[in-house]
């Protein structure tokens, strides 16, 4: 009974050895065949037919390796084409380092993917029909059917060499590099030789054409605060049409048609969520090579939503130019609730040099090196500027002026509906240094001997600038008298024309005439004030005035109620 019952054991032991043999034999057997070009692009041929038949196009694959040793799958040639047999999607190859036993717990886990050459061409004839990829976005929607899904998890990606063409616009990418978390969250991101082109369309109906081009872009999070790094942005506009400033010397070379800007930038992101947005702008260098924009230093801390923008701690430097803003808040439009777009900014501090914005935006401030110091706050809408409690300064109190304003009609795009107004409490000059001021001007002054003979000056009224006009109207304190002027500078016809109203001044250090006492007076003028035919160093200008004389004393004589005409060529 023993010896039967040991034989049974050895028989069976015998048995089992075999079997066990030979599934080890059959998994070398199908380990080793797995291994080869053969099996391996047959059962890649399978797929690609099972992905064309499910995507109703032709979906193929060149070559495929599978290493099972070192757990890499290579892939060249993939192609993917559209529902018109045209090349969708093309990658030249693939490399994925796979992890194969998480498959048996229903999980994918892909430790290193990279993609050389990849090119699309991607196509959406019009805003009514459907894209040329829309089909494979509907082919892979999935039902939650309350199944256990497949969890795919992906670590590192590489990409070298990326074309893809939208319609008419392009985007190139030298090369990316990825690290990836949870739901294919990037905690690290590195782009280099990124570009890209498209086109818009500018409010005349004409076609813009834009470019960017960024040497670096890189994404990192630093003490759990993610940064992003931009290096060399540059972008270029063009919109075809004739620069603005283009026979017109007087005015800045800035244009949102025209513009070449290059922008380096580091920016914090401390929240990104949903619709909400907070940031830090660590530093930002932005220059225009045409407009003359010169930004050296921005930095500031951004929170948004889908309807504000809060700006705070606003700073931004120039050569010799720094400004200041505690606070901006934007309120987004929104037609749904009827809010229109507004904005509104504590108080703006700045210590300037106005040459830095000489180039882009007043040419006639090219010389201007002489310090001001500025405060102000703005508000605004679609509409309407409004800037209040401003106040310019030139250091030791030589120069002081008050002014609150408006600015109408910049959005409509009709410049004959500019309109400017401010409103001049008071505004104070010692003597000499309005001079000094018109001297920073690349101008001709004339009257200059009779503008010194003032003096002091303290000035309060408004004043007006339309299209090609400006009209100032108040009362001129000076140590000559008080002088109450209306005059207009017209750009259209190049003349100053008003009217100088005095009670009692002495008009003999005006016009440097000894002997020449007070006098009352009202006179019109009309002055050329075109360069080429003002005069200079004291003299009258080409021009003409019509006054009344109520009385002026000359020595020892007196004339009342005299009418004078002078006309000056």
């Not at 616009?169 to 990124?194: H, I, K, M, W």
């Not at 400004?323 to 777009?341: K, Q, S, T, Y």
């Not at 120069?399 to 509906?417: I, M, N, P, Y």
């Not at 400006?470 to 002088?483: A, C, K, M, N």
Request: overall charge negative; hydrophobic content about 40%; charged content about 25%.
């Amino acid at each position: 009974m023993k010896a039967t019952t040991a034989k049974v054991w050895r028989k069976a032991l015998k048995i089992t050895a075999w079997t066990l043999g030979g599934i080890a034999l059959l998994l070398v057997l199908s380990f080793a065949l797995l291994n080869t070009s053969y099996v391996q692009n047959k059962l890649m041929g399978f797929v690609t037919d099972a992905l064309s038949d499910e995507l109703h196009t032709r979906v193929s694959v060149d070559k495929v390796s599978v290493t099972f040793l070192t757990h890499d799958i290579k892939l060249k040639g993939f192609t993917i084409e559209d529902r018109q047999q045209r090349k969708m999607l093309q990658v030249e190859q693939a490399v994925a380092d796979v992890d194969l036993w998480p498959l048996l717990r229903n999980e994918v886990h892909i430790s290193d993917l990279e993609l050389q050459g990849v090119e699309a061409r991607l196509y959406k004839a019009s805003p009514d029909t459907a894209a040329n990829y829309q089909f494979v976005i509907d082919a892979f929607k999935t039902e939650d059917t309350g199944g256990k899904k497949m969890k795919i998890t992906l670590e590192d990606v590489d990409v070298e060499r990326v074309n893809v063409s939208y319609n008419s616009d392009t985007l190139a990418l030298g090369s990316l590099a990825a690290s990836l978390g949870d739901d294919f969250t990037p905690t690290a991101v590195e782009a280099r030789g990124l570009s890209t082109m498209w086109k818009g369309t500018g409010r005349e109906g004409n076609t813009v054409d834009h470019k960017l081009d960024v040497e670096r872009l890189k994404y990192e999070t630093t003490d759990s605060v993610p940064l992003l790094d931009l290096e060399k942005a540059h972008y270029k506009c063009d919109n075809h049409l004739p620069r603005k400033n283009t026979g017109k010397p007087h005015r800045g070379y800035f244009d949102p048609g025209h513009l070449d800007l290059t922008v380096t930038m580091q920016l914090a992101v401390d929240c990104a969520s949903g619709d909400t947005l907070h940031a830090v702008v660590k530093k930002c260098e932005a220059t225009d090579s045409v407009t003359g924009i010169d930004i050296r230093d921005l930095q500031c801390t951004v929170a948004a939503n889908r309807r504000a923008i809060d700006v705070h701690d606003l700073v931004v430097k120039q050569t010799s130019t720094q400004v200041r803003i505690g606070h901006v808040n934007f309120v987004l439009p929104d037609a749904e609730r009827g809010v229109p777009f507004s904005f509104r900014t504590s108080t703006i501090t700045a210590n300037a040099i106005l040459k830095d914005i000489s180039r882009p935006f007043a040419p006639i401030l090219k010389h201007f090196t002489l310090p001001v110091q500025v405060s102000a706050t703005m508000s605004g809408s679609e509409e309407k500027l409004t800037i209040g409690n401003a106040v310019v300064k030139m250091a030791g109190g030589k120069f002081e002026v008050s002014a609150s304003g408006t600015v109408t009609g910049f959005l409509h795009g009709e410049r004959h509906e500019l309109h400017v107004h401010f409103d001049v409490p008071r505004m104070r000059a010692r003597s000499g240094v309005v001079q000094q001021i018109v001297s920073q001007f690349v101008t001709k002054m004339f009257m200059e001997k009779q503008l010194r003979a003032l003096g002091d000056i303290s000035y309060s009224g408004s004043f007006d600038v339309y299209w090609k006009r400006e009209q100032f109207r108040g009362q001129l304190d000076t140590q000559v008298g008080t002088l109450k002027v209306d005059l207009e500078v017209n750009g259209l016809d190049k003349y100053l024309t008003g009217n100088v109203r005095a009670d009692n001044i002495k008009l003999g250090n005006v016009i440097d005439v000894s002997g020449l006492g007070d006098a009352s007076l009202s006179a019109d003028f009309k002055f050329d004030i075109a360069h080429d035919h003002a005069a200079a160093g004291g003299k009258l200008p080409v021009g003409e005035v019509t006054a009344r004389v109520d009385e002026v004393s000359y020595r020892f004589i007196t004339v009342k109620n005299v009418d004078v005409s002078i006309t000056s060529d």
